[in-house]
C-alpha cells in the first residue's frame, strides 16, 4: 500500500493514500506464481506529503523482481532489478529504501517514492514471484494480499476500488503428477474457462472490492493413477528390508526428484539467487500386504 511518511513528532501512525484501482495479472505454475500489480492510488487530502510504498514480502514469500513508480504520469521511481538495487543503495549508504524498525512492518519492502500534492494520483507497478501454499491432500492456495496491517491495528479506508484480475493456471500434469480437479475463491466470484490446451483463465465476476480480505484462488489436485512400475520398484525395497520391529506402514521416499528438472516452466534463478525447490515423491506402503494405500508430494 502507498502511505504518507511519517512524523516522528507526534504519535500519528501511516495514514494510507486511497487505493482507486487494482489490475492484476497472474501466472499459476506447479509450485509459485508470477505476478504484475498496476495499482493507481490517489491523495485526497488537502495536505502535500512524503509518500512511501509497502508491500508484505514475508507474507508472499517471494521474490520482487521490478518495481515502477509513476506521478502524474512522470516516471518517479524505475527498478528493474529490485534486490540489486537494494544492495547497492545499502552498500553506498543511500536511504531511498527504509529501515523501518517497527515490529509490525519489518518484514514489508519498504521504498520512498516522492512527495505527492493534493489530488495527485500515483501509478505503482510491481512485479514479483510468490510461493504456492501447501495444505490438506497436497492442495494448493495462491494468495495476494490486501489487507495491510497497521501498526496500531486500525485502518480505515472504507472506499471501494477497482479491481481487474485476470490468472492463468497451468494444469501441471505433465510434470508433478497431479490434475487439477477444481479450482474455487473463497474471497471472490470468479469465472472459469479451460483451454485446449488445459490451461485454465480465472477472472473476477465483480468489478469492485473493499481492503477487508485477501485475495485467495484454491486449487484442488488428485493423484495420477501410479504405474506398475512405482509398485514393482517400492516392493523390491519392501523384500530388503531387515528391521525386526514390526509396522504397520512404510513410507518411501524418491530424493532423485528434483522439480527443477521436469518442470520447464522455472526460470533459471540469478547467480546470486538461492532457489531449489525439491520434489519429494513418497509412497505409503501396507507392511502386511505390500500394496500402495497413497502416493503424494513433498516440496522443500
Request: with cysteine; hydrophobic share 35%.
Amino acid at each position: 500500500m502507498l502511505c504518507i511518511k511519517r512524523d516522528p513528532t507526534t504519535a500519528d501512525g501511516l495514514p494510507y493514500v486511497l487505493l482507486k484501482k487494482d489490475s492484476i495479472e497472474a501466472k499459476i505454475y506447479s509450485l509459485y506464481a508470477e505476478v504484475t500489480l498496476t495499482q493507481i492510488f490517489c491523495n485526497n487530502e488537502h495536505t502535500t506529503g512524503e509518500t512511501m510504498y509497502c508491500f508484505p514480502v514475508k507474507r508472499v514469500g517471494g521474490t520482487i523482481k521490478s518495481f515502477v513508480a509513476l506521478i502524474d504520469a512522470q516516471h518517479i521511481v524505475n527498478i528493474k532489478d529490485v534486490q540489486r538495487d537494494y544492495t547497492d543503495q545499502l552498500t553506498h549508504d543511500n536511504d531511498t529504501y527504509s529501515s523501518e524498525r517497527d515490529e509490525n512492518l519489518q518484514d514489508n519492502f519498504i521504498i520512498k517514492v516522492g512527495t505527492l500534492l493534493p489530488s495527485q494520483q500515483c501509478t505503482i507497478a510491481i512485479n514479483y514471484t510468490t510461493e504456492l501454499g501447501i495444505f490438506s491432500n497436497a492442495n494448493l492456495q495462491f494468495v495476494i494480499p490486501m489487507i495491510e496491517i497497521h501498526h496500531n491495528n486500525r485502518y480505515g479506508q472504507l472506499n471501494s476500488y477497482t479491481i481487474d484480475f485476470h490468472c492463468t493456471v497451468d494444469n501441471m500434469a505433465d510434470y508433478n503428477r497431479r490434475e487439477i480437479t477444481q479450482i474455487t475463491s473463497p474471497s471472490h466470484l470468479i469465472h472459469i474457462e479451460l483451454s485446449k490446451q488445459n490451461i485454465y483463465y480465472i477472472k473476477f465476476m465483480e468489478q469492485s472490492s473493499y481492503l477487508d480480505r485477501d485475495i485467495q484462488i484454491n486449487i484442488e489436485q488428485i493423484e495420477k493413477p501410479t504405474g506398475k512400475s512405482v509398485a514393482l520398484f517400492s516392493s523390491k525395497i519392501l523384500t530388503t528390508n531387515t528391521v525386526g520391529q514390526p509396522f504397520d506402514y512404510y513410507c518411501v521416499l524418491d530424493f532423485e526428484a528434483v522439480c527443477h528438472e521436469v518442470n520447464s516452466s522455472l526460470k533459471r534463478p540469478a547467480p546470486n539467487d538461492i532457489w531449489e525447490i525439491i520434489e519429494f515423491p513418497i509412497c505409503l506402503l501396507s507392511a502386511e500386504t505390500n500394496t500402495i494405500i497413497d502416493v503424494y508430494h513433498s516440496y522443500v
